[in-house]
């Protein structure tokens, strides 16, 4: 099978770079060297994984993630930017984005996150069950929607992803470590918070109490295991 990548990036040496490696691994790229093309061209096209700088002109990439996932767009989206900001980062995942890495970085680092989303996305798109049902919460895993008391709940795409994951292993304990590997791709763990942050957004949106979670349910000094 070959992959298809939308590479949105305005510095022509690195997007020549990058393009020319990435045709060498045998994925088939297209590029664009700024935001509202990539916008439009990721909208218009049939892309597997989207490589998105945020640093660009006419739409930055932190506006093209957003408004990608407002419009129900679901293809992974891994962010390339300079910035190394712990809010940036934050950001980043907050408004969509499946992962993040900053330059400069090493291209085999770049090529096992892409091998990892790209497999990830495979996994879920074959993925027998076409929803599931907890308490008042229903989980339709073909619209990525989540709803609550008969009404659709605004989660980010990490965050459906993250609770597609604690369902899928429903009552194991899973700990930190591990959802950073198999939900976010991380080989090693560069953010300690990720995981607990986005366990919080999800509760908050979920939960009768937060505080108490019924379904969600914190296992000290192990991880987190859903209920549902």
């Not at 980043?92 to 996305?121: H, N, Q, S, V």
């Not at 459906?160 to 591990?178: A, K, M, P, V």
Request: aromatic share 10%.
């Amino acid at each position: 099978m070959e992959y298809r990548i939308l590479l949105v990036e305005d510095e022509p040496g690195l997007r020549l770079t990058l393009s020319d490696r990435l045709r060498s691994e045998g994925y088939v790229v297209e590029t664009a060297a700024d935001g509202e093309s990539g916008f439009s061209r990721a909208c218009n096209e049939g892309f597997d994984l989207i490589l998105l700088d945020i640093m660009l002109p006419k739409k930055s990439g932190f506006d093209v993630c957003r408004d990608l996932r407002q419009t129900g767009f679901a293809t992974p989206i891994l962010m390339l930017t300079a910035r190394d900001q712990v809010v940036d980062k934050v950001l980043g995942l907050k408004i969509g984005a499946d992962d993040y890495l900053t330059k400069p970085f090493e291209m085999l680092e770049l090529l096992a996150r892409i091998e990892a989303l790209l497999r990830r996305a495979t996994r879920q798109f074959t993925a027998a069950p076409a929803g599931y049902q907890f308490g008042s919460v229903r989980v339709d895993f073909r619209k990525t929607e989540v709803v609550r008391d008969g009404k659709v709940v605004t989660v980010s795409a990490k965050e459906f992803q993250l609770l597609r994951y604690l369902i899928e292993n429903r009552g194991e304990t899973l700990s930190r470590e591990r959802l950073l590997q198999e939900v976010w791709g991380y080989t090693s763990m560069p953010f300690t918070r990720t995981v607990d942050v986005h366990i919080a957004w999800l509760r908050q949106k979920l939960e009768d109490d937060p505080k108490q979670p019924h379904w969600i349910v914190t296992i000290h000094g192990l991880g987190y295991r859903f209920e549902g």
